[in-house]
Nanobody, 117 residues
Framework: QVQLVESGGGLVQAGGSLRLSCVAS????????MGWYRQAPGKQRELVAT???????RYANSMNGRFTISRDNAENTVYLQMRSLKPEDTAVYYC???????????WGQGTQVTVSS
């Protein structure tokens, strides 16, 4: 089992910034991918960004360079730096972990991000 605990969400004005963190614990395999997804009210959960243990990143096109994902492998932590936030970025942001060796994937409980106009 892998446990994921997110933090850093909150209320911010449009144009502001937030940094989300997600700490993984438990049975973590060294080769893994961690990432962030988000789900707005009435919408499907969507990819924000992912990063492998080797540092390869993938972003959703709609992020337009405003978001940056990074990780600290020693601390089993993944970060999402969000800049120039817009009201449409309002959503619950979920941390995700997956590893191919065991074929497992886990989700955090989510952290709310609200961007006011």
């Amino acid at each position: 089992q892998v446990q994921l605990v997110e933090s850093g969400g909150g209320l911010v004005q449009a144009g502001g910034s937030l940094r989300l963190s997600c700490v993984a614990s438990g049975s973590i395999f060294s080769i893994n991918t961690m990432g962030w997804y988000r789900q707005a009210p009435g919408k499907q959960r969507e990819l924000v960004a992912t990063i492998t243990n080797a540092g390869s990143t993938r972003y959703a096109n709609s992020m337009n360079g405003r978001f940056t994902i990074s990780r600290d492998n020693a601390e089993n932590t993944v970060y999402l730096q969000m800049r120039s936030l817009k009201p449409e970025d309002t959503a619950v942001y979920y941390c995700h972990y997956s590893d191919y060796e065991a074929g497992r994937d886990y989700w955090g409980q989510g952290t709310q991000v609200t961007v006011s106009s």
